[in-house]
């Protein structure tokens, strides 16, 4: 028996579940949470550090940043500048 797993890139998955009209609806509603989610994932890998060490700079456990990375729950402006200067980086709002 040939058990064979068919992986598929990120982005691939993504353009096949956004053809479907609920899917995109629901995502777009989600679109802030998964933007700052996408942000504070790629800075932290570019520091090359841990979910438990930018934890530990923010005095905070490991379950809040990834659910910070998860995109679960909607971060406070406070969590989300301890979350900016633990990474040395400048929080930015933007409305439009």
């Known amino acids: 028996m040939n058990n064979k797993i068919k992986w598929v890139s990120h982005e691939k998955l993504k353009s096949d579940l956004m053809k479907d ?32 060490e930018l934890a530990k700079r923010m005095k905070t456990g490991q379950a809040v940043v990834s659910r910070l990375e998860g995109a679960n729950g909607s971060p406070s402006l406070a969590l989300l500048k301890r979350l900016a200067r633990a990474l040395g980086i400048k929080l930015q709002l933007t409305i439009q």
């Open 21 to 52: 009209p609920e899917f995109r609806r629901e995502y777009d509603a989600l679109q802030p949470e998964f933007e700052i989610a996408e942000q504070i994932i790629k800075a932290r890998i570019e520091r090359k550090i841990s979910q438990a």
